[in-house]
């Protein structure tokens, strides 16, 4: 049925044909009996990777296959949420290996973006606890692949944003816990340079993000606040806890009730939220022990928080850049106190070494930040592409929806191997998006 | 743990139905045609859940085999959940009896068919409860949707009939109006979102109105409202009305 679908960033919006499925026999007719699509999850990526003239609609998809408790492996059609896997796993004392700053993405997604964590540095992206995967395939096949078989449909699955085929099946391993609970510490940054050193300081710790203030200039430029966590152990955890350690957190949501008029957010307000947020910590240093919800989804506790940008929307804007770049990272925190184009919402983190055909992470300082979409916006994250490309960077595809495909060409690696597997499994395009389109990988 | 057999487990609201059960430890047993299908759900609810689940071969309009299916089951379950049905696009049902056919088997007389049996047995044990998914397109015939509407209409009068008979053998009889609801069924109509639920609710209801014995459930309380305004309206215009 054609009906107006925006991501996350309701940023574009576009007109869909959504087809939905639940069991196997639906697919060789949903693949034949339509034109070009791209799967959909739950539409958390935020710009176009997942809007295409078809959508497949995978939420449908999601059922638990299998579940090893012994040795936690776990198996699961590819429209089952995270939120709905950690119900699972949690109370058997088991974690996501990787989780994204959401847990309201699909697995499916999750794969196809090959998502990353605050433990990046640690466990790299999601795709290195990936057993195996089942694939559609355009000509109708579903092909199994895993890091051992057809090598080269895992590689470029991983990161290849539905690009191969509609994800079906995903085998991945778990993370062992014995408790539903983060020891946190948070420690306050004065500047850019404390932040980078905190982070070399505390690289043992498994999680670790910083808030960063991107409008402060002079000598607090780069303020910021170093977020750490390590998974507790029951002798962590408080007498009234220790009784029942992996018990799930309640469910306490609120939802965001309307799209705010987008003037609210301007230089002024994120200037005094910035403030606010930094000084609530008094103390340079904070330890405590806090439940997993708010330390790895604190925004998912305001459903629909994406209406806080209005409805003309917004873009998230995440690149990376090498670690020996760091003058790159100032020069783009130069750019963006300089032009007051502040973000509530931006996230500092070094990522691990990671090699892969087509995912985004690499070893580095990866930001992330938020802007609403208004004039002047899109030439504005045009310069900070230049420089990104210049630092031998590259930009997070799973939240873009602007890139100029010459950017992207030149600074992601790989992308002859990866087209030419793409051309192996979707000869004619079948599966694409807008994404992929506007990126020049499938126009023909 | 009690035990829940849900009539036509494939469809997108019996499986809302089946996960809102295990969720609160029904154990399940589940029948459709071509059940091997229904694998992955059995998985899903054992996992998420802890309940024992196990499928079962049932058509619908086989009915000369519902008292040996019924009768060959593991257990005879606590509650019994008719979900299946089938929506034909009016016109086609309009011009071939073969769909008009199908509608009526899938809406009322396969029904009726595997309910008789089953009311013969929870009254003979004076317990049980049966719920039956029936439609608000059956509270009063339109002409773009009146042969699925008909067929609802007479599963509506056989519900009511049936919780009369069973009333004193305490066994409760609840008959399901869902509004929109979106599913497989639907997914070809523009529904207004607003009035529209989505399964995961119709599962969510269906279980409270067996845990309050209600009789007569609508899913989104103003269809109740929206039924008795459409339902007051004079024959003498309704029949000059597009609807």
Not at chain 1, 136 to 151: Q, T, W, Y
Not at chain 1, 224 to 244: D, M
Not at chain 2, 141 to 168: T, V
Request: hydrophobic residues 40%.
């Amino acid at each position: 049925m054609n009906k107006k679908i925006a991501n996350w960033g309701n940023y574009p919006v576009a007109v869909c044909d959504e087809i939905d499925f639940s069991l196997e026999e639906q697919l060789l007719p949903l693949i034949q009996g339509s034109g070009p699509a791209i799967a959909r999850g739950n539409g958390r990526c935020y710009g176009d990777a997942s809007l295409s003239e078809t959508t497949y609609s995978t939420l449908k998809y999601d059922k638990v296959l299998a579940f090893d408790t012994q040795n936690g492996l776990l198996t699961c059609q590819a429209g089952i949420t995270l939120d709905q896997v950690l119900e699972i796993i949690v109370p058997m004392g088991w974690f996501l290996p990787v989780t994204p700053g959401t847990k309201f993405i699909t697995l499916g997604g999750a794969v196809a973006s090959d998502v990353h964590g605050k433990n990046h540095h640690v466990d790299g992206a999601f795709s290195s606890h990936i057993a195996d995967i089942d694939i559609l395939v355009a000509d109708g096949r579903v092909i199994n692949c895993s890091p051992e078989f057809n090598i080269d449909l895992f590689e470029a699955t991983c990161g290849g944003m539905g690009l191969t085929g509609l994800i079906l099946r995903v085998s991945f391993r778990l993370k062992k816990i014995e408790t539903a609970y983060i020891r946190q510490k948070q420690v306050k940054a004065a500047n850019l340079e404390e932040i980078i050193s905190l982070f070399e300081q505390y690289r043992h710790y498994t999680y670790s993000v910083a808030w960063i203030d991107c409008l402060k200039k002079g000598k607090d430029f780069g303020r910021s606040i170093l977020i750490l966590g390590e998974h507790a152990t029951v002798n962590e955890l408080s007498n009234k806890r220790q009784s029942t350690p992996l018990l799930l957190p309640d469910k306490k949501q609120i939802t965001f009730p309307v799209n705010l008029p987008s003037f609210i957010l301007n230089m002024y307000t994120v200037r005094a939220f910035n403030f606010l947020y930094y000084h609530k910590n008094i103390k340079r240093e904070i330890n405590r022990v806090v439940s997993y919800e708010p330390f790895f989804y604190p925004l998912d506790a305001i459903l629909h928080w994406n209406k806080g940008y209005g409805k003309n929307g917004f873009v998230q804007y995440q690149f990376v850049i090498p670690l020996e770049s760091r003058k790159g990272l100032i020069e783009i925190l130069t750019r963006i106190s300089d032009r007051g184009m502040g973000s509530f919402l931006a996230v500092l983190k070094v990522f691990g070494k990671q090699q892969s055909m087509i995912s985004f992470p690499m070893e580095g300082y990866t930001l992330a930040l938020d802007f609403p979409v208004r004039n002047g916006l899109f030439s504005f994250l045009d310069e900070l592409d230049r420089i990104v490309l210049n630092y031998g960077g590259r930009i997070y595809l799973s939240k873009d929806a602007r890139m100029n495909p010459e950017i992207f060409w030149n600074s992601y690696g790989n992308l002859d191997r990866f087209m030419e597997t793409i051309r192996k499994y979707n000869p004619d395009y079948k599966f694409r998006s807008f994404l992929s389109d506007r990126l020049l990988l499938t126009k023909n | 743990m009690p035990n829940v057999l849900i009539l036509g487990a494939s469809s997108d609201m019996a499986v809302a139905i089946a996960r809102s059960f295990a969720r609160n430890k029904y154990d399940l047993e589940l029948a459709a045609r071509r059940v091997s299908r229904l694998e992955p759900l059995k998985s899903d609810l054992m996992i998420r859940y802890g309940v024992n689940v196990i499928l079962v071969e049932f058509d619908a309009a086989d009915t000369s085999h519902h008292a040996l299916f019924y009768h060959s089951l593991l257990v005879q379950a606590d509650i019994s959940i008719c979900v299946f049905g089938y929506m034909p696009d009016q016109h086609s049902a309009q011009q071939q009896w073969e769909e008009t056919e199908k509608t009526i088997i899938s809406n009322y007389s396969g029904a009726v068919s595997i309910l008789n049996i089953i009311a013969e047995d929870y009254e003979k044990k004076k317990q049980g409860t049966i719920v039956g998914i029936s439609s608000v397109a059956g509270l009063r015939g339109r002409q773009s949707n009146y042969i699925y509407g008909s067929a609802k209409a007479g599963f509506i009068a056989y519900l009511s009939g049936l919780r009369n008979r069973l009333y004193p053998a305490h066994v409760g009889v609840i008959t399901v109006l869902p509004g929109f609801v979106r599913t497989r069924m639907t997914s070809g109509l523009k529904l207004p979102p607003f009035l529209t639920a989505d399964p995961a609710e119709v599962g969510i209801a269906v279980f409270e109105a067996v845990r309050k014995k209600t009789d007569i459930i609508y899913v989104k309380w103003f269809w109740r409202w929206i039924m008795m305004l459409i339902r007051i309206v004079p024959e003498a215009i309704f029949k000059k009305l597009k609807m």
